[in-house]
């Protein structure tokens, strides 16, 4: 007998999708629009230079309610979370007994004021994929600290590009006095949204939470503004692959430390070994050995010297054939216009501007090991 298919859900914006002539696929559980009547490479070029709006509403949104919420993540996360000013977001990362990656997540400490109009004393975005693992994780561990509130009942738009400010300002001008990282209750087409000055494009942008019931109303707005345009799956993953970000499930995953990943900069001082509050979450003395120069890989930015687009899985060998590693994202680079992917290899053919090559179809195509981002970020930081 065949398996039972499971419905797809739909994020509040699904007719909205239909009625712009998106092509619509599975992802995550959710049907998600990969591209519009354009195409990825005309989306991606428009969030390159004017703004382009994406749906995000399959992401887990919830909140962490009480004086103790952020010590309590802490033991969670490698991340400083105590220290987190009010206002103030940062990138967190869950870990699990070994020093892998259940998942990615930007965890924001809401002003009291905002706190108080039902965003928090955390409020948290994690990853589609990982959400109901996530909310199980955060309730079993910490769940008799703080409360663990999942908040199903709101969208999540992401507002990228370099002209995103001007169009995002036009329904309220006080968005422009975030700078990047920072986020606050505005309120947008009548609607009170939770606004964070982030994205995951490497561009300047938004992602804005917004009731699911006024999130059709806002995205309408913000497409009438001159510039605006809709953009899917597909443009979000190439751009976020020319910003050089991690993908969870592909470039990051439970047998990724952070130390491989090249995340270390999301370990702030006081958590490592030394600091105020060092270790005190799941895998910390594997990750401490890994920071100590104990990691066996390196993910790392490759850059094709032919035109050949190298793809996730793609092995990688070195210059006499021994295998090396492996490729977990890659593409036909819009901006920079070239081969680009991202792949973990041995440590010791990591060093930038190594010659490798990346087996596609059963060729051998040469590749150079290269800086990341591919594309420079572009954040205002004020």
């Known amino acids: 007998m065949s398996e039972p298919t499971t419905e797809l859900l739909q994020t509040p ?12 696929v599975p992802f995550a559980g959710y049907s998600m629009p990969v591209q519009y009547a354009g195409g990825v490479i005309a989306e991606h070029k428009h969030c390159r230079t004017s703004a382009a709006l994406f749906d995000v509403s399959h992401m887990g949104q919830l909140r962490l309610v009480g ?66 693992a996530d909310l199980r994780h955060l309730v079993t561990h910490i769940g008799h600290r703080c409360q663990v509130v999942p908040m199903p009942e709101r969208a999540l738009l992401a507002l990228q590009g370099p002209t995103a400010v001007a169009a995002l300002s036009r329904l309220n001008p006080a968005v422009a006095q975030l700078v990047f990282m920072t ?6 087409a009548g609607q009170r949204c939770f606004v964070t000055r982030s994205g995951y494009t ?39 692959l020319e910003a050089g970000l991690c993908l969870y499930g592909h470039d990051i995953d439970e047998k990724t430390s952070p130390v491989e990943a090249g995340l270390t900069w999301a370990i702030q001082k006081v958590r490592r070994p030394g600091g105020a509050r060092a270790g005190g979450y799941p895998g910390a003395a594997a990750i ?61 053919h990591a060093q930038l501007h190594s010659e490798v090559h990346a087996e596609v179809r059963g060729k051998r195509v040469p590749m150079r090991v290269s800086p990341m981002p591919f594309t420079p970020h572009r954040y205002h930081r004020g």
């Open 13 to 24: 914006l699904h007719a909205l999708h239909l009625k712009l002539g998106a092509r619509m």
């Open 67 to 132: 004086a103790d919420a952020a010590a309590a993540l802490e033991t969670l996360v490698p991340v400083d979370v105590v220290d987190l000013a009010p206002g103030r977001q940062r990138y967190a990362l869950f870990t699990n007994a070994s020093g892998g990656l259940l998942d990615d997540l930007m965890v924001t400490r809401p002003s009291a004021g905002d706190a108080a109009q039902g965003f928090g004393d955390l409020f948290l975005v994690v990853n589609a994929a990982c959400k109901e």
């Open 183 to 188: 986020g606050g209750v505005f309120e947008l």
């Open 202 to 240: 490497g561009e300047d942008g938004f992602e804005i939470s917004v009731p699911a019931d006024g999130a059709t109303a806002l995205a309408m707005q913000l497409l009438a503004q001159p510039g605006v345009l809709a953009a899917g799956l597909g443009a979000r993953d190439t751009l976020r």
């Open 288 to 348: 401490e050995g890994h920071l100590a120069g104990g990691a066996p890989s390196k993910r790392v930015g490759l850059v094709g010297l032919e035109r050949v687009p190298v793809r996730e899985g793609a092995p990688v060998f070195d210059a006499q054939g021994h295998a090396i590693g492996k490729v977990t994202s890659g593409t036909l680079a819009p901006t920079v216009n070239q081969p680009i992917a991202m792949a973990y290899l041995t440590q010791d």
